[in-house]
Nanobody
Framework: QVQLVESGGGLVQAGGSLRLSCAASGSIFNINAMGWYRQAPGKQRELVAT???????NYADSVKGRFTISRDNAKNTVSLQMNSLKPEDTGVYYCNARIQGTWWSSESNIWGQGTQVTVSS
């Protein structure tokens, strides 16, 4: 059983910074893309940033220049450094990874339980 566990959420004032971390554990043969998504109250879940095994990144326009995604392939972790936070960044942040559990299994899309980020004005 593969799981993703997030940490690092919390309450911060506008302009502040937070760092989110996510660790994958369990039966893991290979992890392909990893990323972060968020869901604000009353809104759909949206992409924040993704990163491939090779380090190629993709960001939502709203966070470009403020957020940085990184991963450690040896430790099966992905992080999101969030700077210059705005109240509109408030929401539940979910870690996501496409994981192959064994060499013969297909890839599964795995989600973490989510961590709350609240930015006060």
């Amino acid at each position: 059983q593969v799981q993703l566990v997030e940490s690092g959420g919390g309450l911060v004032q506008a302009g502040g910074s937070l760092r989110l971390s996510c660790a994958a554990s369990g039966s893991i043969f290979n992890i392909n893309a990893m990323g972060w998504y968020r869901q604000a109250p009353g809104k759909q879940r949206e992409l924040v940033a993704t990163i491939t095994t090779g380090g190629n990144t993709n960001y939502a326009d709203s966070v470009k220049g403020r957020f940085t995604i990184s991963r450690d392939n040896a430790k099966n972790t992905v992080s999101l450094q969030m700077n210059s936070l705005k109240p509109e960044d408030t929401g539940v942040y979910y870690c996501n990874a496409r994981i192959q559990g064994t060499w013969w299994s297909s890839e599964s899309n795995i989600w973490g339980q989510g961590t709350q980020v609240t930015v006060s004005s």
